[in-house]
């Protein structure tokens, strides 16, 4: 009897140690900070969230950098407000460069005048043409005379060549502006050569008689006279 009824104690015990030890398992899974394989994937997420934003403000950070330019300033250079040196009046000219720009504006009216006559007219110069031309020329600054006359002699075709009688006629010119026109005549058509000629030959003062005077003579265009 007593042997009976320890067994069944022992059993009792038994179990009753079984159900502690289950008890203990499911307190010990559910009790507070316990880490789980579902919180551990939470975790994890977390964490990729976290830098993907970090990333993506950082994104935003350099495009903000890189936008930032003269047309389109950051936030602290607006600040500071325009940049003045851009409103900066220019520097004035000095004496001398006011002189060379009024020198060049006169070059370029006679070089107008030129290239006004380039092509071939079919009536005469007119003579207030030939005038305005001579006196165009007498405004050139003296250095710069040369070269517009070469010019000159270089463009204008047989027909307008009277063009610079005013200048080969006007006796008052250096020596070597009017030999310069003196000898281009001579190489032009004997239609406008010889009345220029015979022009020059009307005045013993002329720089550029004597020769004429023989040409006319050798040619037999005085007639002796």
């Not at 994104?59 to 602290?76: G, I, L, N, V, W």
């Not at 079919?122 to 005379?145: G, H, L, T, W, Y």
Request: hydrophobic share 40%; glycine share 4%.
């Amino acid at each position: 009897m007593t042997m009976r009824a320890n067994g069944k104690t022992v059993l009792i015990a038994s179990a009753a140690a079984l159900l502690a030890a289950l008890l203990a398992v499911v307190l010990w899974s559910v009790r507070p900070g316990a880490a789980k394989p579902a919180d551990k994937s939470v975790a994890k997420t977390e964490r990729r969230i976290a830098k993907a934003r970090g990333e993506r403000a950082a994104r935003r950070q350099a495009d903000r950098s890189e936008a930032a330019s003269p047309d389109k300033p950051a936030d602290d250079e607006e600040m500071d407000g325009p940049d003045e040196s851009e409103n900066a009046p220019e520097p004035e000219k000095t004496e001398e460069e006011m002189q060379a720009d009024r020198e060049e504006a006169l070059v370029d009216a006679f070089d107008e005048m030129t290239d006004k006559w380039r092509d071939p007219v079919e009536s005469d110069v007119p003579m207030a043409e030939v005038e305005k031309f001579r006196q165009q020329f007498n405004k050139i600054p003296q250095a710069r005379k040369e070269e517009c006359l070469q010019r000159a002699l270089n463009l204008l075709p047989d027909e307008n060549v009277m063009l610079l009688a005013g200048i080969l006629l006007d006796k008052e010119q250096p020596r070597e502006f009017l030999e310069l026109v003196f000898n281009d005549v001579l190489n032009r058509d004997e239609s406008v050569k010889k009345p220029l000629l015979l022009e020059i030959y009307k005045d013993k003062e002329h720089p550029c008689w004597a020769d004429t005077a023989w040409i006319l003579d050798a040619t037999g265009a005085t007639n002796g006279k």
